[in-house]
């Protein structure tokens, strides 16, 4: 079972308080940056990078991944 709307929002907001923290300083973003998503079950941290034979490009990489499961609330 998905998170609940409610939940979600309540997640979004702390996690974004954690990525805010650990974000490169503004000057270096074009050339790594960090992000997150939630999907289902679980949030996902990834790095934004862009392409090494193409810069025009970003492409993102999982750095953390943690799934909660909600029948046994772990």
């Known amino acids: ?5 409610f939940e ?5 907001k702390e996690v974004a308080a954690f990525v805010d923290k ?5 000057h270096v973003r074009s ?11 679980s949030i996902e ?3 934004i990078r862009p ?10 990489g999982a750095v953390a991944k943690a799934t909660f499961v909600k029948s046994q609330r772990i």
Do not use: C, H, Y
């Open 8 to 12: 979600i929002k309540k997640i979004e």
């Open 22 to 26: 650990r974000r490169p300083p503004a």
């Open 1 to 5: 079972m998905a998170f609940s709307e």
């Open 31 to 41: 050339e790594l940056d960090i992000g997150f998503r939630v999907g289902g079950q």
């Open 45 to 47: 941290i990834f790095e």
């Open 51 to 60: 392409v090494w034979n193409d810069p025009g490009q970003k492409m993102a």
